[in-house]
């Protein structure tokens, strides 16, 4: 169930118990019915069996809300079948929420009392008085990071405000617990104003070893992390900027090993140009990627052009497309090697995907629904095609995390990001292109990889680029 969970992730989710008459056939007549229905079958368990009937829970997955209520119509019409129940699983699963603050030492007696509390605390505030670094010894700062939104870009769901967008938040700090034992605190900002959240960190940042900015637009991100790391002298870190990028190029460097290509030949289009595929491009370009042009609404992204730009844009323009190639992305992606999209579904079409190079790679990392979905691409041509299940970022940012509290820096710079995404494409299985996140030695390698970047750069006294 969990591979068909992963396979239909963008579609809706419901468990429905029906009591089934207890005659030959009658499953296999609703089996029938619900793919009439054209609803995809998941899971069946028994649940009781009468004399005349059987109990089941079956899990049904629908492309919409309205597919569920024609298929749920359909099925109650059927006589001598009974809808019981209908339960959202993926509603039942967050109830309750799903993080909570625990204590990591044991209170038995009076005594246990008076050390972690009055009077014996008094000691250890006594000491970090003295020695302000070792608070991240000696409380949990040192393994504490916040995670912080105003809810105004959440991946597929866009400017939804904070209290929607705080179960993501919820499944992001179980990530960085799970796989990289860091403690997480999540912090709704209600804000849209680079100021106020600005501010909000800054004075908040002393209870934290780093700050994760998440789901904030763009160009908004580029402004509140830029200010904020000048204030404060922990990592500030936007993952849907350089989580998605450190993927991103951990798979591209797989890829161009599979393909034999090189980066400095290959000739990539990114389509999009908010945050993640800002931050992408720039990466890219750091790491000795050549031809690299950027598409939005408006098309290609050049030097000069008028309409739908920014400064975000207009510095990406000085860096990209040398050729000034103009058009939209039909015509663009026309002998490119490479397509990145981080953009809206289905913009791309097996027709296009056959226009580029032989053999091409594309990312197309649209969510949940794509811009192509791989098996179109693969068809087409596409020597590797690869959506946002398999390259995204929470294969980077628990290591990123993990390593930059470990070597206590307060940047996060390339060189970190770079060992990061070097050691993902190093532990990609060998015809794989990143490795699989549930594989806990990822995580604890690119830890490893990040803290190492991080203490040597200490020694030698340099600061983040």
């Known amino acids: ?277 800002i931050a992408t491009c720039k990466m890219l370009l750091n790491y000795g990627f050549k031809d690299i042009v950027m598409c939005d609404r408006a098309g290609t992204i050049y030097e000069g052009r008028r309409g739908g730009m920014n400064p975000y844009k207009e510095d990406i323009s000085r860096l990209t497309n040398k050729r000034m190639e103009k058009g939209p992305l039909t015509q663009v992606i026309k002998g490119k090697d490479i397509f990145i999209g981080l953009s809206f579904p289905g913009l791309v079409t097996a027709d296009m995907v056959k226009t580029m190079n032989k053999k091409p790679v594309v990312f197309a990392l649209a969510n949940p629904v794509p811009e192509i979905w791989p098996k179109d691409a693969l068809d087409a041509g596409a020597a590797i095609a690869l959506d946002g299940r398999t390259i995204n970022n929470a294969l980077a940012f628990p290591g990123i995390i993990r390593g930059a509290l470990d070597a206590r820096v307060s940047t996060i710079d390339y060189a970190m990001k770079f060992g990061a995404a070097e050691t993902l494409a190093s532990l990609a299985g060998k015809h794989d292109v990143v490795p699989n996140f549930m594989n806990m030695n990822v995580h604890e390698k690119v830890a490893e990889a990040v803290r190492q970047i991080g203490l040597n750069r200490l020694d030698k006294g340099q600061n983040a680029d």
């Open 1 to 277: 169930m969990r591979k068909k969970f992963e396979k239909y992730s963008h579609k809706i989710v419901q468990k429905i118990r029906f009591r089934i008459p207890d005659v030959p056939g009658a499953l296999g007549r609703l089996a029938m019915e619900i793919g009439k229905c054209n609803a995809i079958l998941g899971d069946i368990t028994t649940i009781d069996i009468t004399s005349n009937y059987v109990i089941r829970d079956i899990t049904l997955f629908f492309d919409s809300k309205e597919h569920y209520a024609r298929t749920l119509s359909m099925l109650m019409k059927l006589k001598g079948y009974k809808i019981l129940s209908v339960e959202d699983e993926i509603l039942s699963l967050h109830k309750g929420g799903k993080i909570a603050v625990t204590p990591r030492v044991n209170i038995s007696t009076l005594s246990d009392l008076r050390m972690i509390y009055t009077p014996g605390v008094a000691q250890v505030c006594s000491h970090i008085l003295k020695h302000p670094s070792s608070a991240r010894d000696y409380t949990s700062i040192g393994n504490t990071i916040c995670i912080a939104t105003n809810g105004s870009a959440v991946l597929g769901l866009g400017d939804i405000g904070v209290l929607p967008a705080m179960p993501v938040m919820e499944g992001k700090s179980i990530i960085l617990n799970k796989m990289a034992n860091v403690s997480c605190i999540p912090l709704l900002i209600d804000s849209d104003q680079a100021d106020v959240i600005v501010n909000t960190l800054y004075h908040l940042s002393k209870t934290f070893g780093a700050i994760m900015i998440e789901d904030i637009k763009a160009p908004l991100c580029f402004e509140v992390e830029d200010r904020l790391q000048k204030m404060v002298q922990i990592p500030v870190f936007h993952d849907d900027q350089h989580g998605t990028a450190t993927v991103i190029l951990a798979a591209l460097i797989k890829a161009l090993r599979l393909t034999r290509r090189n980066k400095r030949s290959v000739r990539i289009v990114i389509n999009g140009a908010g945050a993640a595929a």
